[in-house]
Each structure stands twice: as C-alpha cells, then as structure tokens.
C-alpha cells in the first residue's frame, strides 16, 4: 500500500465520526451567498501528512479488487460521474483519480476541515490550494453541502507525462445548508447559466505508484453556457 493509499485510507476511516461532529457545527451564521473559490494557502508541496505514516491494520479494507480506496459520501450528498470510462488504462487512472479529488473536496467541506487528508492525498500544488480555499470558504459561512451534483461531457487529452480532465459540472440540484441546523442557505440568483461550470484539471503521475495520479492544476469556467446543452 503506498503513502498516499494509506492517508486515503486513514481519512475514509474516520470520515462518519468527523460528519457527525461537522454537523453539530458551531453557532456562527452568514447572510453571504453562498461561495465559490476562497483564497489559497502557503501550503507547499513538501507538506505531509501525519495519516501518511498511520497503520490502518488491514490494508485492503477500504479498496476494491483493483486497489483503489472506496470514497464515501456525506449522508444527503450525490455525486453522478455520467460518462464512459476511457479505453487507455492511463487515462481511464486519471480520470478515475479526477473524479476522486472532485469528491474529497466536498468529504472536505461536509466535515468542515479545509486540512482534510482525502484531498491532500490526490492532489499537490495549485490543486491542492484550490481544494483547501474552497473548504474554507464553505467552513467560513457555516456550510455543508446536499443534494446532487452532476458531472458529464467528458474530454481526456495527453500532453507529455501530464493528463489533462475536463467536464462540465451542473449543480442545480445541490444546496447549501446551515452545518449547525440543517436549514437550506438561501442563495442568490446567478441567471440561466449560473448552475454550469466547466472544469479543466491537470493530471499527473505519482511518484512510486504507477496507478496513481494527482491533481496539480485546476481550472473552472463559471456560467458556462457549452455546459447547458443548448
């Protein structure tokens, strides 16, 4: 099991307890819309984890037959990758990994720790950043996220050793809620296209796991109007 696999693992292990603590959440309130991408961090490649060096005793208790840990979603959270897996074993890791960083950001947000070790695991540098600027803004007004998001329209593109992932997102059937109470965050009008994003992310290969791949680079459109079908 590599470090990055046992961090995942380590983080997938208290995710449930960690959710039931978030939800209890603090008294703060916000009368902010709800947020989009907060300011990064000083966070440096070199960081790491304690969870890296934790011994989950059973190396295989989170992962499928292919090694891959098994990421679970806060309760009232959906997230639909709607696409066919690529054909090229690589592509098809990246992609799988892409999607994987795109999930432990909202683990992230639902257990209200822009530090969480299950992002950190897929990703290094500015996407790394990203995911904890994001968590925080979410963590700043009190929020947790439900309902369902849903990703599709997928285009894999090889660039040297790198990989790059883009899709388009539409989360208009994703809320934000109060962490403390529950009560769904009013939030703002943002016109027709406002509920579209199209994510472009760069993938690339870990060092010492060939089956790997991290997220380093990201990038979103916001109201995209490719991304509404019309």
Known sequence: MTARTRAIAVAIATSTALLLTACGGSDDSSDDALPGVGEGSDQTDEDTD???DADTGDDDADEPDDGRPQIELPDG??????WDEPEDPEEAAAVADAADY????TVGVNEQDPEHALYQGFSLEEARRFGEGHIKAWVDGGWIKSGTDRYYD?????NGDVIGVAFCRDNSEMVGKDAASGEVVPSEDSGPYGNFGRYSLVMSPAMGDENAWLATDIDIQTEAQQ???E
């Open 77 to 82: 959270v959906e997230m639909d990758f709607d």
């Open 154 to 158: 997928l285009d894999v593109r090889r």
């Open 102 to 105: 795109i999930r432990a950001i």
């Open 50 to 52: 304690d969870a890296d």
């Open 227 to 229: 991304c509404a079908g």
